[in-house]
T-cell receptor
Framework: KNEVEQSPQNLTAQEGEFITINCSYS?????LHWLQQHPGGGIVSLFM???GKKKHGRLIATINIQEKHSSLHITASHPRDSAVYIC???????????FGTGTRLTIIP | NAGVTQTPKFQVLKTGQSMTLQCAQD?????MYWYRQDPGMGLRLIYY???????DKGEVPNGYNVSRLNKREFSLRLESAAPSQTSVYFC?????????????FGEGSRLTVL
C-alpha cells in the first residue's frame, strides 16, 4: 500500500497570503489527485496530475515524480479557500487510491 | 445535472439494526465506490464496483455488503450495525476503471450507531 503524508496538518493564514500544502508518497504512481473538502463536508476533485504542473484559477498543483512529492499552492488566498485539502495516490498493483489525512486550511479576513 | 446523489444524509441507528445507504450517479460512469471517513484518518475504501454486475472488497469491507443494481446505482448495506460503524460515508464514481480517473463524490451520509 502506498503511504501518503501531508503537511502541515493545520494551516492558518491571513487573507492574501501565498499558501503551500505538501504531499509525499512512498511508491511510484500513475497519477496524483488533489481534493477539496468544504466545511459542510462535500468533496470535490481539484486536480489530477501525473507530471509537471497544472493551474486552475488561483490554484496551482505541481508534482515531482523522482522525489515522490506534490505541492498545492493557492495564490492571493481568500476566506472562501478555507477547507480541508486532501491528496490521494494509487496503490501499486491494484490502482485503488490511498488518501492522506488532509490539511485543514483557515484563511482569516 | 445532479452528479452523485446519496441518501440518507443523516441516520441514527441502534446496535444490531440494519440499513441501506443508497447512491446513484447520472454521469454514465463505470466505476463506483463506497468510502468511510473517520476523524484523523484518510478516506478508506469499503467496496467498489468496476462495472455493472461486479463488486470487490476494499480496505475495510467487514460488516458491509453492496449491490450494483445497475450502472447508475450502488448501494451499501449494514446488516447488523455496530458502534464501530459510526462514520461519514461517501459514495463516489469515476468514468475510468483505474486510479487515473477523476472522482466525483456524493455529499456524504453521517451515520451514528448507538
Amino acid at each position: 500500500k502506498n503511504e501518503v503524508e501531508q503537511s502541515p496538518q493545520n494551516l492558518t493564514a491571513q487573507e492574501g497570503e501565498f499558501i503551500t500544502i505538501n504531499c509525499s508518497y512512498s511508491v511510484g504512481i500513475s497519477a496524483l489527485h488533489w481534493l477539496q473538502q468544504h466545511p459542510g463536508g462535500g468533496i470535490v476533485s481539484l486536480f489530477m496530475l501525473s507530471s509537471g504542473k497544472k493551474k486552475h484559477g488561483r490554484l496551482i498543483a505541481t508534482i515531482n515524480i523522482q522525489e515522490k512529492h506534490s505541492s498545492l499552492h493557492i495564490t492571493a488566498s481568500h476566506p472562501r479557500d478555507s477547507a480541508v485539502y486532501i491528496c490521494a495516490v494509487p496503490n501499486f498493483g491494484n490502482e485503488k487510491l490511498t488518501f492522506g489525512t488532509g490539511t485543514r486550511l483557515t484563511i482569516i479576513p | 445535472n445532479a452528479g452523485v446523489t446519496q441518501t440518507p444524509k443523516f441516520q441514527v441507528l441502534k446496535t444490531g439494526q440494519s440499513m441501506t445507504l443508497q447512491c446513484a450517479q447520472d454521469m454514465n460512469h463505470n466505476s463506483m465506490y463506497w468510502y468511510r471517513q473517520d476523524p484523523g484518518m484518510g478516506l478508506r475504501l469499503i467496496y467498489y464496483s468496476a462495472s455493472e454486475g461486479t463488486t470487490d472488497k476494499g480496505e475495510v469491507p467487514n460488516g458491509y455488503n453492496v449491490s450494483r443494481l445497475n450502472k447508475r446505482e450502488f448501494s451499501l448495506r449494514l446488516e447488523s450495525a455496530a458502534p464501530s460503524q459510526t462514520s461519514v460515508y461517501f459514495c463516489a464514481s469515476s468514468e475510468d476503471r483505474t486510479a487515473a480517473g477523476e472522482l466525483f463524490f456524493g455529499e456524504g451520509s453521517r451515520l451514528t450507531v448507538l
